[in-house]
């Protein structure tokens, strides 16, 4: 399957095609540059394009990738939440005394910090976010601020859980995580089933 084929199965949302060009970006091949280059051009600017799939599907690395060599902002809101607690900035604050409390940081408050960002002028010409949405509630809060950050792709990165498993251990015996191992592989690999995955049809949906 050529580039020009690709591109015109996704139209199509040919789900082999999508397989197709996650290989090729994989295996940082040329050709992909191309084709997401057209997928980039038609999407015009001041947009976001979301990543999602399992934990240990590269979603961070690709991000990185593509943020750099399509001249998007690449914005990771796990990074963007400690950088607002670590500068004491209202937001911050607000963030550090529910975090203290061992409370999770709810979606309004996330958007609120990701409208901040958005609106930095390296994110005029498009925005790549790593890690969120990873809920249904999320996705619908990004709707809220559509009319001014709209959600124009969203790419999926999928792995059989037995490649995950040993990417993910790999991991951590490099990094030396103690949260790498089977068990809690298992449960982040359920819960991203349960709570991210329904985010796939979402955007499908959508058209998206």
């Given at each position: 399957?050529?580039?020009?084929?690709?591109?015109?199965?996704?139209?199509k949302?040919?789900?082999?095609?999508v397989?197709?060009?996650?290989?090729?970006?994989?295996?940082?091949?040329?050709?992909a540059?191309?084709?997401?280059?057209?997928?980039?051009?038609a999407?015009?600017?001041?947009?976001?394009?979301?990543i999602t799939?399992?934990?240990?599907?590269?979603?961070?690395?690709?991000?990185?990738?593509?943020?750099?060599?399509?001249?998007l902002?690449?914005i990771?809101?796990g990074?963007?939440?400690?950088?607002?607690?670590k500068?004491?900035?209202?937001?911050?604050k607000v963030?550090?005394?529910?975090?203290?409390?061992?409370?999770?940081?709810p979606?309004?408050?996330?958007?609120?910090?990701?409208?901040?960002?958005?609106?930095?002028?390296?994110?005029?010409?498009g925005?790549?976010?790593?890690?969120?949405?990873?809920?249904?509630?999320?996705?619908?809060?990004?709707?809220?601020?559509s009319n001014?950050?709209?959600?124009?792709?969203?790419?999926?990165?999928?792995?059989?859980k037995?490649?995950?498993?040993?990417?993910?251990?790999?991991?951590?015996?490099v990094?030396?995580?103690?949260d790498?191992?089977?068990?809690?592989?298992?449960?982040?690999?359920?819960?991203?089933?349960?709570?991210?995955?329904?985010?796939?049809?979402?955007?499908?949906?959508?058209?998206?």
């Open positions: 399957m050529n580039g020009k084929e690709i591109i015109e199965k996704l139209k949302k040919d789900i082999r095609a397989a197709r060009l996650l290989t090729l970006i994989e295996n940082e091949d040329k050709e540059e191309i084709i997401l280059k057209k997928i980039w051009k999407t015009g600017n001041s947009y976001i394009i979301g799939g399992p934990p240990g599907a590269g979603k961070g690395t690709q991000a990185l990738r593509i943020a750099s060599e399509f001249n902002a690449h990771s809101t990074d963007m939440l400690r950088e607002h607690v500068e004491l900035t209202d937001l911050g963030a550090k005394s529910l975090l203290d409390e061992g409370k999770l940081v979606d309004d408050l996330v958007i609120k910090m990701l409208i901040e960002r958005l609106s930095q002028e390296d994110c005029l010409g925005s790549i976010l790593d890690g969120f949405p990873r809920t249904l509630p999320q996705a619908e809060s990004l709707e809220k601020i001014k950050f709209p959600v124009r792709k969203v790419l999926v990165f999928e792995a059989d037995e490649e995950l498993t040993k990417r993910i251990l790999l991991r951590g015996e990094s030396g995580r103690s790498d191992t089977e068990d809690s592989i298992r449960v982040r690999l359920e819960v991203y089933q349960k709570d991210t995955e329904p985010l796939i049809n979402f955007y499908e949906n959508k058209g998206i």
